[in-house]
């Protein structure tokens, strides 16, 4: 199992420019999640997917859109993007008593 | 969710056990204490959860308070490689049960 992976490592961008991020698990769970972390901060959640076919918003939603494609994908999409947005992004699975996070994309917006 | 509260960094020496603390005294009845740490900057990794017994796996130990207003988690011989942020979770019941409220966490430096 590969578990969560997330594409690309990497990214930067220019303010204004939209990208989407792309998650996949192989682990057949129901929910997925995004989270963002800041420097020296911890996690928080941006949007969730409790199952397929369903979204939430989380704690720091606003600039962000999300697609949950089939039960695998979860798609986290800036459609213009601000220097704010710049962090380190985290795709997560949930079973049931443990949520499996991905490696992790870093995002820089000059 | 309740807030937890956590020591901003604690030191350990390398062999002997870490004792990590944390306050949640607005637990309510049926959420759970979850730890994770992560490792420089790599994802988040689960360690251990509990709800009102101690709990031990591979990993770590928990020690939840009879009255669960607080937990310790405990690694019996820390090692190097146990250098890193722990953070201790509430999490919700019903609908909230996947979405994880992360504070800044305990900086863990284990020494030679």
């Known amino acids: 199992n590969a578990g969560v992976t997330q594409t690309p490592k990497f990214q930067v961008l220019k303010t204004g420019q939209s990208m989407t991020l792309q998650c996949a698990q192989d682990m057949n769970h129901n929910s997925m999640y995004w989270y963002r972390q800041d420097p020296g901060m911890g996690l928080r959640l941006i949007y969730y997917?409790?199952?397929?076919?369903?979204?939430d918003k989380g704690e720091v939603p606003n600039g962000y859109n999300v697609s949950r494609l089939n039960k695998r994908e979860f798609s986290l999409r800036l459609e213009s993007a601000a220097p704010s947005q710049t962090s380190v992004y985290f795709c997560?699975?949930?079973?049931?008593?443990?949520?499996?996070f991905g490696p992790g994309t870093r995002l820089t917006v000059t | 969710d309740a807030k937890t509260t956590q020591p901003t960094s604690m030191d350990c020496a390398e062999g002997r056990a870490a004792n990590l603390p944390c306050n949640h005294s607005t637990i309510s009845g049926n959420e759970y204490v979850y730890w994770y740490r992560q490792i420089h900057s790599q994802g988040p990794q689960y360690i251990i959860h509990g709800l009102k017994n101690n709990e031990t796996n591979e990993m770590a130990s928990l020690i939840i308070t009879e009255d669960r207003k607080s937990s310790t988690l405990i690694l019996p011989h820390a090692t190097l490689r146990d250098t890193a942020v722990y953070y201790c979770i509430v999490r919700g019941g019903g609908t909230s049960y996947g979405k994880l409220t992360f504070g800044q966490g305990t900086i863990l430096t284990v020494h030679p």
């Open positions: 997560a699975s949930w079973d049931t008593y443990e949520q499996y």
């Open positions: 997917s409790a199952s397929e076919g369903t979204t």
